[in-house]
């Protein structure tokens, strides 16, 4: 998702707004740039590549109160100077930065030609700017509010006007944007941790929401321009605090955090009832008999959370026993989905922004469906879009690439899957054997955590080659998935995640002495056949890595390499087990010198499909 920040106050803009664009590079981008309002002209720099060669050109003595920035990812158009925003409207009256796609650019292009306005970008962001000044002949409020009614599609957006030095004017539909309220200054930006050091009071715009902002005051109006009140919250410090600590980088730092983060989760401890062998989820908004009510469940998700889904969607099968499915959000926002009466719907996302489960929401919203949301992010659309849910309390994840983010959705999803059990076929006895075994994870994982360096001498013998396949059985499948997913995020090496069960349906094919396998092979009921699998890799002179929790003989006779995690419930081991192959990739990726927080062509939070 690319970062758009605004300032206005006493403060040097630029700065604001360097500082600003510096704390939203962890969502990755291709190029950034600033427009600043000095002297009644409207100034621009924007630069390709990395934050550091636009902060070269921007110059030191630049000195104004208003300014607006932006970090792209490129959509529509190549990665350019020219086609980095901010971009600016054929009289140089207006500037704009946007976040979104703009449908219907093509024709709205056509027709500004027409009237003899030329281009100078390829992006479908300029139509915006011109298409604002075109209208600018009123207030600026009503030129923003004509452009925008001609708009379909999504933005977040924030213009500047070069006769106005006074106001910004911002809006959001489909991506998101917030007004961080200071001490005599405004910051609008398209995250949170924009704010750093300025803000701890924000307000969240609803999608069709317009601001208008002054220094010291702002004005909200609602799709329909009518003017409304938003009252400011106040934003977690610790969700605005980005700090490497010590560690090389932030992938890294977030895989060690995992002990902490699933303890959160589970409310240290306090979302877990002991003495019921149950748990307490206050969030869900349902009260006893719609629990009885739930006759199946649709997990929705995409990448990494659609896997977590996966994971939890078996562990509620197998505890409550209530059919659950998992959708790719989107293919469910195009497919006319049938909405039941007592079809649960839970909404998975870290952000709480990814636009095709927000629209994948809406759609099931309309036909009547319940939603509630497995979310990160305190105050993310899909927070507020939803009837409830459960907060996963993972902390903020910086590196693109999911991990700690991951588990917690898991633990959230175990939580829950724990509390329908209870009030399903789960007795008391079992229940409180897996609040035990809960309550053991975090150290278990740390204890995963403490051997790493075993992890670092596997990813650095096999670094080197070029494809790698991921296999596992039941519960560890959506994990051999999501291992696959991770190495090919941020190594660039080719990976895929298959079932053990159909390596004889395809797969094998790809096995030979250069394609290592990765085999997640847990104690239970599919130990057996998963040695099978590995014998027939063997057959093959593949080479084998193994992730288990087994001492068996066997697979130290048939694994080049291994590593044991510390046992735990049969249930609870995709949240072991998935904790050695992020070590893996993140080894594997480091070896090889890549940009292991912003991999290649992808962005934090999805917020354009």
């Known amino acids: 998702m690319c970062g758009i920040v605004g300032y206005l106050g006493p403060r040097k803009a630029s700065s604001v707004l360097l500082q600003g664009l510096r704390q939203l590079e962890y969502r990755g981008y291709d190029s950034s740039g600033i427009s600043i309002l000095t002297n009644k002209k409207i100034k621009i720099y924007k630069k390709e590549g990395k934050l550091a060669n636009l902060i070269q050109e921007v110059p030191e003595k630049l000195n104004s109160p208003l300014g607006i920035g932006h970090t792209r ?36 292009k056509e027709e500004l030609i027409e009237k003899g306005i030329s281009f100078s970008s390829d992006t479908d962001s300029e139509v915006l700017a011109h298409l604002i000044d075109y209208y600018l002949d009123e207030d600026p409020e009503v030129a923003v509010q004509k452009a925008l009614d001609r708009i379909d599609g999504t933005y977040g957006v924030i213009a500047l006007f070069k006769d106005y030095p006074d106001i910004l004017i911002g809006a959001r539909n489909g991506s998101p944007l917030i007004l961080g309220v200071g001490d005599g200054e405004s910051i609008l930006a398209s995250d ?28 909200t109006l609602d799709r329909h321009y009518k003017e409304v009140f938003k009252q400011p919250e106040t934003i977690d410090a610790q969700s605005t605090t980005i700090s490497k600590e010590g560690f090389d ?34 969030g869900l908004n349902l009260d006893t008999r719609d629990f009885f009510d739930i006759e199946n469940i649709h997990i929705i998700g995409m990448g990494t959370a659609y896997y977590a889904g996966m994971v939890g969607s078996q562990i509620i099968e197998r505890l409550a026993r209530i059919p659950t499915q998992v959708l790719d959000a989107s293919e469910l926002r195009f497919s006319n989905p049938i909405v039941k009466k007592n079809t649960l719907y839970l909404a998975i996302s870290q952000s709480g922004e990814t636009a095709d489960t927000i629209t994948a929401v809406k759609e099931i919203q309309n036909k009547g469906g ?156 599919t130990f057996e056949k998963s040695l099978s699998n590995m014998q027939e890799v063997k057959a093959r002179k593949g080479k084998i890595i193994v992730i288990t929790d087994s001492q068996d003989n066997r697979i130290k006779t048939l694994a080049d390499d291994y590593f044991i995690v510390p046992q735990s419930e049969e249930v609870l081991m995709p949240l072991l087990n998935v904790i050695p192959l992020q070590l893996l990739s993140y080894y594997i990726a480091n070896h090889l010198g890549r940009d292991v927080d912003q991999p290649r062509n992808l962005a934090k939070s999805v917020t354009t499909d």
């Not at 158009?77 to 409207?89: K, L, R």
């Not at 924009?194 to 220094?215: E, N, P, T, W």
């Not at 910086?398 to 898991?410: D, E, L, P, Y």
């Open 73 to 108: 990812w490129a959509t529509h158009g190549g990665v350019s100077d020219t086609n980095a925003h901010p971009h600016i409207s054929y009289k140089e009256r207006v500037a704009i930065v946007h976040n979104g796609i703009i449908d219907n650019f093509t024709s709205l």
């Open 192 to 219: 949170a941790s924009a704010f750093i050091g300025l803000s701890r009071q924000a307000i969240y715009l609803d999608d069709g929401d317009m601001i208008v902002v002054k220094a010291k005051e702002y004005k």
């Open 370 to 525: 319940r939603v509630l949301g497995i979310i990160n992010v305190v105050g993310s659309t899909l927070a507020r879009l939803t009837e409830g849910g459960v907060y996963t309390h993972g902390g903020q994840e910086v590196s693109v690439a999911s991990t700690k983010a991951f588990t917690a959705q898991i633990m959230a999803l175990t939580l829950l899957a724990l509390l329908l059990g209870r009030k399903k076929d789960v007795p008391i006895s079992y229940g409180k054997i897996l609040v035990k075994a809960l309550s053991d994870i975090p150290a278990k994982v740390q204890q995963i955590l403490d051997q790493a360096h075993k992890i670092k001498q596997i990813a650095e013998k096999y670094s080197s080659a070029s494809s790698f396949l991921f296999l596992a059985r039941g519960l560890n499948y959506p994990i051999a998935l999501e291992g696959a997913l991770k190495l090919k995020e941020i190594s660039y090496i080719h990976a895929e995640g298959f079932s053990s069960g159909g390596l004889k349906h395809g797969p094998l094919a790809l096995v030979d002495e250069k394609t290592p396998s990765v085999f997640i092979v847990s104690e239970g009921e």
């Open 249 to 282: 980088h932030f992938l890294l730092k977030e895989i060690f955090e995992q002990p902490r983060s699933l303890s959160r989760a589970m409310g240290e401890g306090g979302r877990l009832q002991a003495e019921f062998g149950s748990a307490k989820l206050g």
